[in-house]
């Protein structure tokens, strides 16, 4: 489901979607290496997801998802705040 509509059915014509190899005029190749990135984190995040979910009460896995967590939402903020400019 992921994959189906989060990645390969995007609202726009995004390159790599089924809309982006209908209505872009690059070659199918090039619409595709793009999947050679978003596939495996996809994939990675779904299984990591499935192994939290089955198994609640792994302590650590709660700590660092929540650690990971804090950090892709921080680090954003911190590189618009050191910007020089």
Same mark, same amino acid.
């Given at each position: =489901?992921?994959?189906?509509?989060?990645?390969?059915?995007?609202?726009?014509a $995004?390159?790599?979607?089924?809309?982006? =190899?209908? *209505?872009?005029?690059?070659?199918?190749? *090039?619409?595709?290496?793009?999947?050679?990135? @978003? =596939?495996p984190?996809?994939?990675?995040?779904?299984?990591?997801?499935?192994?939290? @979910?089955?198994?609640?009460?792994?302590k650590w896995l709660?700590?660092?998802?929540?650690?990971?967590?804090? @950090?892709?939402m921080?680090?954003p @903020?911190?590189?618009?705040l $050191?910007?020089?400019?």
């Open positions: =489901m992921l994959i189906g509509l989060g990645i390969l059915n995007t609202f726009a $995004a390159p790599g979607s089924i809309e982006g =190899m209908i *209505y872009r005029t690059g070659l199918p190749q *090039y619409e595709v290496i793009g999947w050679l990135e @978003v =596939m984190q996809a994939l990675l995040l779904s299984a990591l997801l499935c192994f939290w @979910v089955n198994r609640p009460g792994q709660n700590w660092t998802l929540g650690i990971s967590f804090f @950090v892709v921080v680090l @903020v911190l590189g618009l $050191a910007r020089k400019g």
